[in-house]
Structure formats: C-alpha cells, structure tokens
C-alpha cells in the first residue's frame, strides 16, 4: 500500500507577497519623492501578482482529493493583499503629492 502525502497550500508564493508588501510599505514610509513613491507602487504591484500566483496554485492543489488546508494561509493572504493594498496606496500618495506640487524627485 502507497501513503500519500497530502497537498498543502503554497507558502513559498504567499511569504514573497508578504515581503515584498512589507518592502512597498517600508520604501514609501523611510524614503521620500515621487521617484520612490513609483518604487513603492511597482513592489505593491510585484506583491499582487505573487497573491494571484498564490491563488492560482492553492485553487491547483485544491482540485485533488487530498488537500489540507492552512489556517496561516487562509490569514496570510487576507494579509497580504491589506498590506500590498497599503503599499500601492502609499507609492500612489508620493507621486500625487510631487505631481500637484509640480516637483518630481
């Protein structure tokens, strides 16, 4: 008789999101400017598509019979996508505010 191992969710996909939210965040709150403010909003952007990465392969391993789900994941992602939402939010804020002033640094 086989053991088979059952499918867990892809942490790896949803631990890079979370960095690089945390990153998008830290960039726009130490650092000042548009130029930075754009960083910021593309690591947001970065930590999206790992979210849907993270989606997509957690919907793949779900198809099969023998899957377990994860309570971290299920918290992970509604985490990561606040903080990938508050690290677009704060890149975007940088840029408009250097666009109204009329200064792009």
């Known amino acids: 008789m086989e053991f088979v191992?059952?499918?867990k969710p892809p942490l790896t996909w949803?631990?890079?999101s979370l960095g690089l939210a945390v990153a998008g965040i830290v960039v726009a709150?130490?650092?000042?400017?548009a130029t930075i403010g754009l960083v910021a909003w593309i690591i947001g952007?970065?930590?999206i598509s790992a979210i849907a990465l993270f989606t997509?392969?957690?919907a793949k391993r779900q198809e099969s019979g023998w899957y377990t789900p994860s309570a971290f994941a299920d918290w992970g992602r509604r985490a990561a996508i606040?903080?990938?939402l508050v690290a677009v939010a704060a890149g975007a804020w940088l840029i408009?505010?250097?666009v109204a002033r009329g200064v792009w640094t």
């Open 82 to 84: 606040i903080l990938a």
């Open 5 to 7: 191992e059952p499918n």
């Open 29 to 33: 709150l130490i650092l000042d400017g």
């Open 45 to 47: 952007v970065l930590s």
């Open 96 to 98: 408009a505010n250097d």
């Open 56 to 58: 997509a392969a957690d």
């Open 14 to 16: 949803l631990l890079v």
